[in-house]
């Protein structure tokens, strides 16, 4: 895990960036720590690809300061960082062979014909594609061609990479394989990497810690396991589409315990998670998993709704069945085919849905 | 070239179309290919039956010293037009790749402009303007005058290689330790190479055809397409027919070699 104690290798302080009067990062306070795998997510236009550039110098920051360990590099020309891109489009050089693409960044450092030869040697043999060397660019599948846009950003040795959605173009199964060589990459090399995505499992898969966006905007920072359990805004419950959500407003039952009322009932909170102010507006997120369904109401200290059914989903080794409650609130459960076996489900069939207060998070709206 | 299932082909608008392209072939041709063939002919007026082959018409061109001189003359000033317009012509089309500013479609249109000019009010306003400055009637006018017209062509053709350019491509560069000079070098250059080249032998072709300019500003140091309009007033000589199979050879062979270059790079790229 990250050592946090240590100082950042690149902090932003205050960092905001205006293309005319549209706001793309709002004043954003970030580390980067050695060695971590940071993932910066968020939907188009949240300020992910924004925040990146101007990491590698191609966009100035309109205000605030960037550092790279601890010195401000504003003002420095991106070719005199040294922050290595992966382009979402790659971006190889279509003129040169594979090992001239690799080369290319030594070359611009200086070093001597054979210096560079044998260093983008070993990144091609690192990469697994030392026999593809002398061939084109246009003659490599996209699995090889991504390995040898991170041969080229990587053969410099930086500290620091940042990689804009470089898998997008792939397809699904060469999308896993390449996670895990990322990560592999990652790990034992022990550069920082700097990932861009709109994609939650890649997110998810690969960082040691996320960062979700949304309009130019730092929503939450966290580990995955972290936000997966504890989305901090509805934002990033509703981002994340994992949790069932109810929107209502603060108050507290009769014996003076606190409660979520909302349009499908009033919810008990889970303990340490309920915040004091009485009328204020906020929502209750569950995760899809931990909603039980039954055929009666349930008895007992545990939160439930009445919903219908309406859909069933089949995902590998689980379901998710979807529901609808009277007043038009859609919620999903998701359960393993034997969870499901006994309680014969049938589209319009009404049931109960129910979890342990324990099992739901208070989010602000 | 995908088959297209025959079925959906309308024989009679096959036959026209086929009809059609013939006919404008043999519409642009045939003065061309009466030329050559009458270069070769021994009769001193161009009349049917043909007389025997000849060379004569060939042997007495290559004797004549001012078509020599007009020779070179014209390829000094080719090169020259070739090179000086591929240049600017690169500069214009990358500044327009490159930057967005006030008055840009301006800056494109009156890049683009000296072309659609009349070629005799071009040259009439050459001539006007570089007797002024004490520049006509040496190669240098004739250069300078080419290379207004010529540098819109470059800029058109280098233009269209670098829209295909990944918009990536030179910040890549940089973000790899890249000056914006040795971006330039090493990627913007190598990547526009076929255009560049292509440009180069169009604008010369151009340069090398050209005769209502050159007649205004050249002087004293004809340029061959000039020479030959000097033959036609003085006499009507096969000699004629010869000068214009060679000139018609050389145009053809830049064209092809231009479009050779440039059809490469059109082709669709594997991405």
């Known amino acids: 895990m990250t050592p946090v104690t240590q100082a950042p290798l690149v902090s932003l302080e205050g960092v905001a960036k205006h293309f005319g009067t549209y706001t793309a990062v709002q004043k954003m306070d970030l580390q980067i720590h050695e060695g971590e795998f940071l993932a910066l997510m968020g939907s188009s236009g949240c300020g992910k690809t924004t925040t990146l550039r101007m990491l590698a110098g191609l966009e100035a920051p309109s205000e605030g300061v960037i550092r790279l360990d601890g010195k401000p590099i504003n003002d420095l020309p991106s070719w005199s960082r040294d922050t290595p891109m992966v382009w979402q489009s790659l971006a190889l050089f279509p003129f040169l062979t594979v090992i001239e693409n690799v080369e290319f960044a030594l070359k611009m450092r200086g070093l001597g014909r054979t210096e560079r030869r044998r260093r983008a040697e070993q990144w091609l043999d690192r990469m697994q594609i030392a026999e593809f060397a002398g061939r084109n660019i246009s003659q490599l599948s996209g699995g090889q061609r991504q390995r040898v846009a991170l041969a080229r950003s990587l053969v410099i040795e930086p500290r620091i990479l940042l990689l804009d959605e470089p898998l997008s173009a792939l397809d699904a199964a060469l999308k896993v394989r390449m996670q895990s060589v990322l990560k592999t990459l990652q790990r034992e090399t022990g550069i920082t990497f700097v990932y861009v995505t709109h994609s939650q499992s890649e997110a998810f898969s690969m960082a040691d810690r996320v960062v979700i966006m949304s309009r130019g905007k730092i929503e939450q920072i966290g580990t995955p396991q972290d936000i997966y359990r504890a989305p901090r805004t509805r934002f990033v419950a509703d981002f994340l589409g994992s949790s069932n959500i109810f929107p209502g407003q603060l108050t507290r039952d009769g014996q003076g315990r606190p409660v979520l009322a909302t349009s499908s009932g009033d919810f008990a909170l889970p303990a340490g998670n309920a915040p004091g102010i009485a009328g204020q507006a906020a929502s209750l997120t569950v995760l899809d998993t931990r909603m039980q369904i039954h055929p009666q109401p349930p008895q007992g200290a545990r939160n439930s709704v009445a919903a219908r059914m309406i859909g069933e989903e089949f995902v590998g080794a689980t379901a998710t069945i979807h529901f609808e409650t009277d007043n038009g609130q859609e919620l999903r459960v998701q359960k393993s085919h034997e969870d499901l076996a006994d309680l014969s489900l049938a589209i319009g069939k009404p049931f109960y849905l129910s979890w342990s207060p324990a099992d739901g998070h208070l989010v602000q709206e | ?271």
């Open chain 2, 1 to 271: 070239m995908n088959r297209e299932n025959e079925a959906n082909r309308n024989p009679l608008i096959n036959g026209a179309l086929l009809a059609y392209v013939l006919l404008a072939y043999l519409f642009v041709f045939a003065p061309i290919v009466a030329s050559f063939v009458f270069s070769f002919n021994s009769d001193r007026f161009p009349s049917i039956p043909l007389g025997d082959f000849s060379t004569e018409w060939y042997r007495a061109v290559a004797a004549d010293p001012l078509v020599w001189q007009g020779l070179r003359n014209t390829l000094l000033v080719g090169v020259g037009v070739g090179v000086i317009s591929t240049a600017l012509g690169f500069g214009a089309a990358y500044t327009d790749h490159r930057y967005n500013f006030l008055g840009k479609q301006v800056y494109l249109a009156l890049a683009l402009l000296p072309p659609t000019i009349p070629v005799v009010i071009m040259g009439l306003a050459m001539l006007a303007f570089l007797s002024r400055v004490n520049l006509s009637g040496d190669a240098g006018a004739v250069i300078i005058a080419h290379v207004v017209i010529c540098a819109p062509f470059a800029m058109a053709v280098i233009r269209l290689r670098l829209s295909q350019m990944d918009p990536s491509l030179e910040p890549a560069a940089w973000n790899l330790g890249a000056s914006e000079w040795a971006a330039m070098r090493h990627v913007v250059i190598p990547f526009c190479r076929p255009a560049i080249l292509g440009a180069l032998f169009v604008t010369m072709a151009v340069s090398f055809d050209e005769f209502a300019i050159a007649w205004f500003v050249s002087g004293l140091n004809e340029t061959l397409p000039v020479k030959v309009l000097g033959f036609l007033q003085g006499q009507v000589s096969p000699r004629i027919n010869a000068v214009g199979t060679f000139v018609f050879i050389v145009s053809m062979t830049l064209l092809i070699l231009a479009q050779l270059l440039l059809g490469r790079t059109a082709a669709p790229r594997k991405e």
